[in-house]
């Protein structure tokens, strides 16, 4: 064998590990739920019966589940861009200060790193109603009127999505700043020297270059929100998505489905029909930028 | 010589530590987290094995939340425990499911829960002649009210509204507002979500003249005028009184601990907790009547033996359930948790005791609601009064889409 040939092997084996472990933990498991959304396993079922087509009648006919997936979608439109917006404004204002830029880093990349039960429970807190929220108390001392933020609702997912959008902020900026420190001095420097403003700076030479960092963040924020439900389980009251199922997004739909309902096989309808959504969702951001891409 | 003496003793030694262990079993017991619960098992565990020498009892608690969701995930697999206390509204599905086993008949039959329990446990614990479970004690719901707050508002901290008219004037009376009209202190705490579904179902509708359901809780009958006005008199309280709104300071219990809610209606459970709060005077009495009609809503936790369990294991359980359901822990449970002994001749010596007394006096007229799906009906619940109180519903059509769902909850059950 030759070294190069052994080279070879040796990777091939570190690489099958992880993919036997994404095989028996992932793929595996996902077959046999696919399998499974044709029967009606339940927990508290002994047998297993074949119901074809059965589940997934009985998840899209269910107005909850379509209720849980219209938030899902609102979850993700309100919440990915403006993560995405926010952390590249922040990530641009963290480029042009000459000094303190790692205090000012850390100070965004927090939210990121608590985790995020945490996070959940101290801003379902701070959106109580008067007397006790602190968000309120602050509105009451401006002269404003209590908002019912999570009892409401209209407003509780948008409570939610805020709160999440200021988590993920954290990490979106670190990677867009990360980006923009790796763009060369000299591109900007020689298109100035030709006379360009920093607008057009920004919009012709900054932004283009930063293209596939943003499309890496905006798939991967789409699909963080598209998945959204720790911040629901731990912000809704007794973790049931409401008031009203108005926060219930489609991954708690599913949870509830399987532990509180027992009902396995419908939650893996539901799981079913949330990945094939995610999937699409993810190939039409991956041709729509390819498209931009050609700088 | 020496060295043999010590190889023959060693080897004894030995002998006798696999001889020990082989005698002992060992039973795992499964129940939610409550403080007072949890603290009352440990100590009965150590009466139990002190009285059954080989057997151990091991308590494993998870937080309520989660714990009807560990329960399905571990005993279908057979992994979970031997001796379980589960709600009695989840009881038909388990027993559905296979996952309990019998009791043995020569303890546990008709004759032995006819005279041991209140009727309504004797009834809902028997599935077709068979049973399942039997419970330790039962709880019912009482009017709690904070008595500082009662002196602060200028009423007689020690006389308690008896009707739900005079429930409604002492709320608004009670209740404080900020500069802006935000509720500050609820005079009643209104969490559907907490005991308030129950209220409602098992309470207010019957008070107001409907009959919530049939006799086997198989048909759904709240969609009528007198259900829509019992709805309507809560809601009221929450729209147009304002007096108390769901989730008010977190909750009923942490808003009325914290002095922030002079009124509630909860279960006798709550005793031990509420004691347990420092500077905390409150009284407990009856359930306000409505047209002289009383009525209460009674559950309670029972305990069973897993489908699994088997052999000395069997043995065990079924010695740790009859002692839990002894006479001795049922008193024991009702001076460290509050809840009321499940066997009515136990309680005549709590008659003098202001605290347990107006919760025993509901027991005579309370009834159990047959749930099959103990969280999915409790949610309709919530979410009627959601729907009235948040998006302005109708109480007449939401009453007849919840009657609707609820049916449909049961329907599924049973067929």
């Known amino acids: 064998m030759t070294l190069a040939a052994k080279r070879a092997t040796t990777a091939y084996i570190f690489l099958a590990l992880p993919l036997v472990f994404f095989l028996g933990v992932r793929f595996g498991p996902m077959i046999y739920m696919l399998a499974m959304s044709f029967t009606d396993w339940g927990l508290l079922r002994k047998e297993l019966h074949f119901v074809g087509l059965g589940n997934y009648k009985a998840v899209l006919t269910d107005p909850v589940f379509l209720k849980s997936l219209g938030n899902t979608a609102r979850y993700a439109i309100f919440g990915a861009p403006s993560v995405i917006v926010l952390s590249l404004f922040v990530a641009l204002l963290l480029d042009l200060i000459p000094k303190g830029k790692a205090a000012y880093r850390l100070i965004y990349v927090l939210p990121y790193i608590t985790p995020i039960v945490a996070v959940s429970w101290v801003w379902r807190w701070m959106f109580l109603q008067p007397p006790l929220g602190v968000i309120n108390t602050i509105l009451m001392a401006l002269g404003l009127q209590a908002k019912e933020f999570l009892n409401s609702p209209q407003q509780a997912l948008q409570s939610i999505t805020a709160v999440n959008v200021w988590v993920e902020m954290g990490y979106c900026t670190t990677i867009f700043l990360a980006g923009l420190q790796t763009i060369p001095k000299e591109i900007s420097e020689a298109a100035k020297i030709d006379g360009a403003n920093s607008r057009q700076v920004l919009l012709k030479v900054t932004l283009p270059l930063l293209m596939p960092i943003t499309l890496f963040l905006t798939i991967m924020e789409g699909i963080q929100f598209l998945r959204i439900f720790t911040q629901v389980y731990n912000m809704s009251f007794q973790a049931q998505g409401g008031p009203l199922d108005s926060t219930k997004s489609a991954a708690l739909y599913i949870y509830q489905k399987a532990f509180t309902n027992f009902e396995m096989a419908q939650a893996a309808s539901a799981s079913l029909v949330l990945f094939a959504i995610i999937m699409a969702v993810t190939f039409l951001q991956l041709k729509f930028f390819d498209k931009k891409m050609g700088y | ?415």
Do not use: C
């Open chain 2, 1 to 415: 010589m020496k060295a043999k003496r010590g190889l023959v003793l060693a080897i004894l030694l030995v002998l006798a530590v696999l001889a020990a262990s082989a005698e002992t079993v060992t039973i795992t017991y499964w129940q939610y987290f409550y403080e007072s619960k949890v603290n009352l098992v440990n100590e009965l565990i150590k009466n139990f094995e002190a009285a059954n020498p080989g057997i151990k009892v091991e308590q494993v608690t998870f937080p309520y939340e989660s714990f009807n969701q560990k329960v399905a995930a571990s005993i279908p697999a057979g992994e979970g425990p031997d001796v379980i206390t589960l709600f009695y509204g989840w009881l038909p599905m388990y027993v559905k499911g296979g996952y309990l086993q019998q009791l043995p008949t020569s303890d546990f039959n008709k004759a032995w829960f006819d005279k041991t329990y209140y009727p309504f446990v004797a009834e809902s614990v028997d599935f077709g002649g068979k049973y399942y479970s039997a419970p330790t004690a039962v709880r019912t719901l009482a009017l709690i009210w904070n008595k500082a707050l009662f002196k602060e508002a200028g009423l007689d901290p020690n006389t308690p509204p008896k009707t739900l008219e005079d429930l409604a004037a002492y709320a608004k009376k009670l209740s404080k507002y900020d500069a802006k009209g935000n509720l500050v202190q609820a005079g009643l705490l209104m969490q559907p979500s907490g005991q308030g579904h129950s209220w409602l179902r098992e309470v207010l509708f019957r008070q107001f003249g409907n009959v919530p359901y049939n006799k086997d809780y198989t048909k759904v009958t709240y969609n009528d005028a007198n259900a829509v006005a019992a709805l309507k008199w809560y809601t009221d309280l929450i729209t147009k009184d304002k007096v108390g709104y769901p989730n008010f300071a977190t909750d009923d219990v942490t808003a009325f601990k914290a002095g922030k809610g002079a009124m509630n209606i909860d279960g006798s459970f709550r005793i031990a907790t509420l004691n347990a709060v420092k500077g905390l005077e409150w009284g407990v009495s009856e359930l306000p009547t409505y047209k002289g009609i009383k009525s209460n809503y009674a559950s309670y936790w029972t305990h069973g033996i897993v489908s699994g369990t088997s052999g000395k294991k069997l043995e065990a359980s079924i010695k740790f359930l009859k002692y839990l359901v002894s006479p001795e822990v049922q008193e024991l449970w009702l001076q460290k948790v509050g809840e009321l002994p499940a066997t009515p001749a136990l309680s005549e010596k709590f008659k003098n005791d202001p605290v347990v007394l107006p919760f025993l006096k509901g027991l005579e007229y309370a009834k159990a609601s047959l749930f099959v799906d103990e969280a999915g009906q409790r949610n309709i619940m919530v979410n009627a009064v959601d729907e009235v109180v948040l998006n302005k519903a109708d109480p007449a059509a939401v009453l007849k889409a919840a009657a609707a769902k609820e049916q449909a909850i049961i329907d599924g059950f049973w067929k």
